[in-house]
Structure formats: structure tokens, C-alpha cells
């Protein structure tokens, strides 16, 4: 029996998740949202964790909820590279294209439980992508504050840098996404999942 924890932050939508694996022979699935996700992989000790990778922050901030040996595998939607990079450097075992049919879901599970790796050949374009990121580390982290409404003081006093150099680092990303301002630079990165 595979134990699979679900997390996705739309009740529906990890309801029909875990109810599609519940009719699977072979598998136990429980389904939580980000917030109380670590607390039900201490209870129900899974073996798979399958995330909602576009929920904002989720992989990269909060790691796999059922801990080191539980395999993450990642929902992700195709086009947004970012997403792919962020779930890559969590460790995920295991990708699959948020449109793909129920059974490469059901595959990809059968897999990663059994200690290998899948990714949907669908992403496949967006994994080359997601290795070119132009942005540093740094840069998106002064994105991702710009991109939550934080000014350039604000997030001068979060990072401890001076203004300019967060200004600096605001002109950099301008540059190497092709961003025209500021909002240009967090849509743009939105829309590729960097953020």
C-alpha cells in the first residue's frame, strides 16, 4: 500500500485528487493544505507527497511536507520554468504536467514510490528554461519582496542593503527579463513561475 499525502491549497481541487487515488488499488491518500500539511505527514507518515507546485512559495519555502523520505512529486503547469527550478532545488523525485491525464499521475506515484524519478514529457521544454533562468538568487529575492508590494526602503531594511544597491539590483532584473519597469519585471516573472 502507497501512502500519498496530497497538498494543494484548493480544498476542491485536493478533494478530487485524493478521491481519484482513493479508487486506486494499491494506495492510501489523505489530502491538507500547506498550513497543516506537516502535521498529517507526522500522523500519516507518507511515502509520496503530491503538491501543488504553482502555489505560491510552497516547494521552495516549506520543503516536502512528509519530510526526507517522503518523495515529492510536483504538479506543475506547463510554460512556467520557475515553478520547475524552485521544485528541483526541493529535491523533487517526480513531475507531472497539471493537464496530464489521471493515469500518468497514477504511473508517476507507482514510480517515485519505488525510490526512481519521472518527469511528464511535457515539461521537458520548460525544464530547459528553467535552467537558463537569467535571475541570481539574490535578484529574485528582491523580486519576490518588490512583487508583494514592498518598497525599495522596505526591502533595503529586509535584505540589509542599502537603497541603492536594491535599485542596482531592480535595474538588473529590468535588463536581463526585458522588463520595461518594475510591475513589468514581476509580471514577467510571474508569468514564468520565477516569483
Not at 107 to 120: E, P, Q, S
Not at 165 to 192: L, P
Request: hydrophobic content about 45%.
Amino acid at each position: 500500500m502507497i501512502r500519498v499525502l496530497v497538498v494543494h491549497e484548493t480544498r476542491l481541487l485536493r478533494s478530487a485528487l485524493t478521491a481519484l487515488l482513493r479508487d486506486e488499488e494499491g494506495i492510501d491518500a489523505v489530502a491538507a493544505c500547506w498550513r497543516s500539511a506537516p502535521g498529517r505527514a507526522r500522523s500519516f507518515r507518507p511515502q509520496v507527497c503530491v503538491v501543488d507546485g504553482d502555489c505560491a512559495g510552497s516547494v521552495a519555502s516549506a520543503g516536502p511536507p512528509g519530510g526526507p523520505g517522503c518523495a515529492l512529486l510536483v504538479l506543475a503547469s506547463a510554460c512556467r520554468p520557475g515553478t520547475l527550478r524552485r521544485a528541483i532545488a526541493a529535491r523533487a523525485r517526480g513531475f507531472v504536467d497539471k493537464d496530464a491525464p489521471p493515469a500518468r499521475l497514477l504511473h508517476a506515484i507507482n514510480l517515485v514510490a519505488a525510490g526512481k524519478r519521472y518527469v511528464d514529457h511535457s515539461l521537458s521544454p520548460d525544464f530547459l528554461e528553467a535552467a537558463d533562468m537569467p535571475l541570481t538568487p539574490r535578484e529574485l529575492s528582491v523580486l519576490s519582496l518588490a512583487a508583494g508590494g514592498a518598497s525599495v526602503s522596505e526591502i533595503a531594511r529586509e535584505l540589509h542593503l542599502s537603497s541603492g544597491t536594491v535599485r542596482n539590483y531592480m535595474a538588473a532584473i529590468n535588463r536581463k527579463t526585458g522588463a520595461r519597469n518594475r510591475v513589468d519585471a514581476i509580471r514577467i516573472s510571474q508569468g514564468a513561475g520565477w516569483v
